[in-house]
């Protein structure tokens, strides 16, 4: 069976969710657990890949999940730049998945099941990076990419662990909401659009000073990455 573009890009998305629930569901019989994420990681690589090919054949790759007005959507589209990054990130969650099984096993981590857990999901806010589509699916993703790793920094649950976890937390989430998402509003009203496009989307809508601070708000919102 031929998979159509579109579903090959919401399978990229799907797989890491299913992922995710694989380890919630078989907590604590560890090696279906790990078995089953190790298939989704190189399943996932697999229809990056293939994503690929479908991409280098010309055919312009799209796809939407919801859509709240005009302009302002949730959506996904394929372009050079985001598909490297998801080749690079489904890959290595491959290799990370076998390095952190022997890490986690080696030093008698616990919750076993939520690392994982979390770090699937993690990956699934990865490929919405990747392939967004417009501002308004990068700051969602980008907000569900911290939220998921914030577990991973505070995992040990030491005060030190905690600590860390929660300055981590305030220091992505302040900067994102403070200054990313107010350049993705202004930038929507300036324009009327989120959309990624050709050659951009603020010529002729605004310049000089103006420019200055959106780059920099751009800038100091995804700074923290």
């Known amino acids: 069976m031929t998979l159509t573009p579109e579903t090959l890009v919401l399978l990229s998305l799907g797989l890491p969710l299913m992922a995710c629930l694989a380890c919630m569901l078989f907590a604590k019989q560890q090696n279906l657990r790990d078995g089953l994420t190790f298939l989704a990681a190189i399943?996932?690589?697999?229809?990056?890949?293939n994503i690929l090919q479908v991409f280098e054949g010309g055919t312009a790759i799209e796809a939407s999940w919801w859509r709240f007005a005009p302009g302002i959507e949730i959506a996904f589209k394929i372009e050079?730049?985001?598909?490297?990054?998801?080749l690079v990130a489904s890959s290595l969650w491959i290799a990370t998945h076998v390095y952190g099984i022997g890490y986690m096993r080696g030093n008698k981590e616990k919750k076993h099941a939520r690392f994982?857990?979390?770090f699937a999901f993690a990956i699934f806010a990865t490929m919405g990076i990747a392939f967004s589509a417009n501002l308004l699916t990068l700051f969602l993703f980008y907000e569900l990419l911290t939220v998921s790793t914030y577990p991973l920094v505070a995992h040990k649950e030491t005060d030190e662990a905690k600590a860390g976890g929660r300055t981590y937390l305030g220091i992505l989430m302040s900067t994102s909401i403070v200054f990313l998402l107010t350049?993705?509003?202004w930038t929507y009203v300036i324009t009327g659009t989120m959309d990624f496009t050709p050659g951009g989307i603020l010529t002729g809508k605004t310049e000089g000073g103006f420019l200055a601070i959106l780059l920099a708000l751009f800038a100091f919102g995804i700074g923290k990455a």
Not at 43 to 49: D, R, T
Request: charged share 0%; net charge neutral.
């Open 183 to 185: 350049a993705v509003v």
């Open 116 to 118: 994982f857990a979390c």
């Open 43 to 49: 399943a996932l690589f697999a229809v990056v890949v």
């Open 80 to 86: 050079p730049l985001g598909l490297v990054f998801a």
